[in-house]
């Protein structure tokens, strides 16, 4: 009896032993393998699943085998490691562990979006509905529906969105990236507003944002953008008009078609600064921190006015006389390669990061020869 239970035990332990070897071997397999792509492709995982959907969706697809070895594999190794929703690359040659490493380190596909300073929240919503990995809920909602998505009822949307280059992964929404970029505009906004100039001109931090984007709008010089707040701020403060293009263009709308005429400066809305004193009643585009900053802490000087050279930056006078001689220099003897703003600048995309097509910002402002901004409001 003791010899038939001794080697009962011998045969457990060898079985088990045995067991345990092809186990290991099995387990070695399967992680070993290399997968079974002719060429890269992106493995898209939702919110939601698992590894254990995965590696079976994975074998059914002629991916990879052992599907069961490597359920194993994440139960006893990585038990309680969330598996990040979102793209992976799969590459000829990425074996099965190799793919679980970038589950583990949530190696997921990056992409991005550039929201540009000086768009419209027209633009804005271009820009998102085009972008093939962000999922679309807005089609066909108002501005002011998609503000009541946003959580923000009431809220007008213009230039309350900050213009940066934001990076998302596949499946965020389109509601989800404007949360983003709104809430990021505030805390720019808030850091801004805490440096500003002791004699800012504003009661509120919305008003300093209105400023900006009549800066924005105005220069894309960044050397510019200080003196032009500092334009503005002297002509509020001495109730002058501020009779600046840019938001007579706003009030315009899609009317308008690339040229400002003498009837447009004439026209009333609350957006024409040559009829209306103050600030327009918003924001007329995105702003970036500079313009920002610029509006809250404008240079101080003396100038009143100033045009545009033709080479996208301004000269400024301190006097009608010497702002009109401007004007007769730069503005009725325009050069062939005339220009009221910066030529753009194309920043080349990163490989690793897709972004999509973004429309292109306004026009560039061409004012009658006559009304430059800003003009004398006799």
Do not use: C
């Amino acid at each position: 009896m003791i010899r038939k239970l001794v080697l009962l035990l011998q045969i457990s332990l060898v079985s088990a032993a045995l067991l345990v070897g092809f186990s290991a071997w099995k387990l070695d397999s399967a992680l070993k393998q290399p997968l079974k792509l002719p060429q890269e492709q992106l493995l898209a995982v939702p919110a939601g699943a698992t590894p254990t959907g995965t590696f079976n969706r994975l074998e059914a697809d002629g991916v990879l085998d052992d599907a069961f070895w490597l359920r194993l594999y994440w139960r006893f190794n990585l038990d309680g490691q969330p598996l990040h929703s979102g793209e992976y690359r799969m590459s000829p040659g990425l074996t099965a562990e190799g793919l679980i490493g970038l589950w583990q380190r949530g190696e997921v596909v990056q992409y991005s979006l550039t929201l540009v300073e000086g768009w419209n929240f027209r633009q804005v919503r271009t820009a998102l509905a085009k972008h093939e990995k962000i999922v679309q809920t807005l089609a066909g909602l108002t501005d002011s529906e998609v503000m009541d998505k946003l959580g923000h009822p009431g809220v007008f949307p213009e230039g309350r969105f900050f213009p940066d280059t934001y990076r998302f992964v596949r499946g965020m929404s389109d509601v989800e990236f404007l949360k983003k970029a709104y809430n990021r505009l505030d805390d720019v906004l808030a850091q801004e507003w805490s440096k500003r100039a002791a004699d800012a001109p504003y009661t509120d931090p919305y008003q300093a944002l209105i400023m900006a984007s009549l800066v924005e709008k105005e220069t894309g010089v960044p050397q510019e953008r200080g003196q032009i707040a500092g334009v503005f701020v002297r002509r509020l403060k001495i109730g002058m008009l501020l009779q600046t293009d840019p938001t007579v263009i706003y009030g315009l709308g899609e009317r308008y078609n690339g040229k400002l005429t003498r009837a447009h400066l004439k026209e009333a809305n609350p957006y024409n600064t040559y009829m209306v004193a103050g600030l327009p009643p918003t924001p007329i585009a995105m702003v970036g921190r500079e313009a920002i900053h610029a509006a809250l802490n404008p240079v101080p000087g003396s100038s009143l006015y100033f045009v545009a050279r033709g080479d996208g930056s301004h000269i400024f006078s301190d006097n009608l006389d010497a702002h009109n001689a401007a004007v007769r220099e730069f503005q009725l003897k325009r050069r062939a390669d005339y220009r009221s703003s910066p030529a753009p600048v194309v920043k080349p995309l990163e490989d690793s990061a897709p972004s999509s097509d973004a429309p292109a910002p306004d026009a560039p402002i061409e004012p009658a020869p006559d009304t430059t901004a800003p003009q004398s409001s006799q």
